[in-house]
């Protein structure tokens, strides 16, 4: 069987339908996220959702939500919920960027309630994990990311976790004034949670993408790493052709097809 690797994007708060349907149109007729040993997904605002599934729909790129809430319905204004996303045709949920722990107050429980609504609901769920620059200088660097898989983990039984994706995260590598972390600093991350975390039921180890200014320059590296099961990239593929080059940099250095 081969496992793919996993490469996609979120767009933040960002594009407007147009936009939306413009990259949509790139990715559609991409060959290369045809390959089998590529799985790519984007992961678009609520308001691109639907039209973002509609429109990829018949290619094998998956889309997701940048965030959901636990309840399927009810009293929560300005929340989407679970069947919401389902509804939309969505195949992947993104939870607990630390951007939505930082600037709304995400708590690890909170993350746990939604990951296991988002498998309940048949979801795949993204859990974004990472630690911050501070924690880092402390030397409490996997203290606070494994903390983080522990808790949003909590309850999840091993036959759902084949539908767990978790995304490495520094938040000191994240967005326009990060630092890309090294291959080094990313590995010996990537090594603490392969170690650490549960396998599926199948004995397989979690897939962990990295994320944090992956960028053309530094994707091959970062790919590179055995333990590296994907990129989760934010500003370097707002372009589609960002995601496409980076897509075929990261292809270049992976294993070829079993
Ligand atoms: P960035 O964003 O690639 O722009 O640093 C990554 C992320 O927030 O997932």
């Known amino acids: 069987m081969t496992i793919p690797f996993w490469v996609?994007?979120?767009?933040?708060?960002?594009?407007?339908?147009?936009?939306?349907?413009?990259y949509c149109a790139v990715l559609h007729d991409a060959e290369l996220l045809r390959d089998p040993r590529l799985q790519g997904f984007v992961i678009p605002p609520f308001t691109a959702l639907s039209e973002v599934c509609r429109a990829l729909a018949d290619s094998p790129v998956m889309v997701g939500a940048q965030n959901m809430h636990w309840a399927d319905a009810g009293a929560y204004t300005g929340e989407v919920s679970p069947l919401m996303v389902r509804d939309c045709g969505a195949d992947i949920v993104e939870l607990g960027h630390s951007e939505r722990r930082e600037s709304f107050n995400e708590?690890?429980?909170a993350i746990n309630r939604k990951v296991k609504a988002a498998l309940a609901k048949g979801l795949r769920p993204l859990i974004c994990v990472g630690e911050t620059a501070e924690e880092r200088a402390l030397g409490a660097a996997a203290d606070s990311v494994l903390r983080q898989c522990r808790i949003a983990l909590g309850g999840v039984s091993a036959e759902d976790l084949e539908r767990v994706l978790i995304a490495y995260e520094p938040v000191w590598a994240i967005g326009e004034h990060g630092t890309p972390a090294t291959?080094?600093?990313a590995g010996w991350m990537h090594r603490r949670l392969r170690e650490a975390l549960p396998t599926t039921?199948?004995?397989?180890?979690l897939p962990v993408l990295y994320g944090g200014s992956v960028n053309?320059?530094?994707?091959a590296a970062l790919a590179a790493l055995p333990e590296v099961a994907g990129l989760f990239i934010g500003r370097s593929a707002w372009r589609p052709e960002g995601l496409?080059?980076?897509a075929e940099r990261a292809l270049e250095v992976r294993r070829p097809l079993a």
């Open 8 to 22: 996609g994007t979120s767009w933040k708060m960002n594009k407007t339908l147009g936009e939306a349907a413009d």
């Open 183 to 185: 291959a080094e600093d």
């Open 244 to 246: 496409l080059r980076i």
């Open 201 to 205: 039921g199948q004995g397989e180890p």
């Open 216 to 219: 053309p320059d530094n994707c």
């Open 107 to 109: 708590t690890d429980v």
